[in-house]
């Protein structure tokens, strides 16, 4: 199986910075995109940024020259910089990954636990 694990997460003032990290682990033959959602109470699970195996990037509006996502295939991890944080980025963060487990590739995506994120004002 494979696991997504999360973390630097926490509490911060608005204008702060975060940086989070999900390494992934277990049987990984290769790892496609991964990218980061999130979800604060009463609202969906919305998408924050993703990364494509080739380095190629996608941001919601809402963070774009914010946030700034990158991954290091040698550790399957990948990590997503939070600068000048505000109120309304305060959610629990999920780590999201397509990963081939065999060849030939078959991709299944996989969830992290989530990590909190909490901007006060």
């Known amino acids: 199986q494979v696991q997504l694990v999360e973390s630097g997460g926490g509490l911060v003032q608005a204008g702060g910075s975060l940086r989070l990290s999900c390494a992934a682990s277990g049987r990984i033959f290769r790892l496609a995109a991964m990218g980061w959602y999130r979800q604060a109470p009463g609202n969906q699970r919305e998408l924050v940024a993703d990364?494509?195996?080739?380095?190629?990037?996608n941001y919601a509006d809402s963070v774009k020259g914010r946030f700034a996502i990158s991954r290091d295939n040698a550790k399957n991890t990948v990590y997503l910089q939070m600068n000048s944080l505000k109120p309304e980025d305060t959610a629990v963060y999920y780590c999201?990954?397509?990963?081939?487990?065999?060849?030939?590739?078959?991709?299944?995506?996989?969830w992290g636990q989530g990590t909190q994120v909490t901007v006060s004002s």
């Open positions: 990364i494509r195996i080739g380095g190629s990037t």
């Open positions: 999201n990954a397509d990963v081939a487990t065999n060849f030939p590739l078959e991709y299944r995506n996989y």
